[in-house]
């Protein structure tokens, strides 16, 4: 069980670090770019976050 808990610790840092880095990735692009990908500079942590979280 504890090594259940200090993997499932390690990924959701992973994740986070995934995370931030996406979204530090799509903040470097313009509108544009952003548009091509289907998304609003306002999507850009959802988007991140379900990337990376949601997919469990």
Known sequence: ??????????RDV????RT??????L???NTAQLAD???????IASHAFGKYFNKR
């Open 1 to 10: 069980m504890a090594f259940d808990m200090i993997s499932g610790f390690v």
């Open 14 to 17: 992973r994740a986070a670090h």
């Open 20 to 25: 931030a880095n996406e979204i530090e990735r």
């Open 27 to 29: 903040n470097r692009m």
């Open 37 to 43: 990908l289907g998304l609003e500079r306002s999507d």
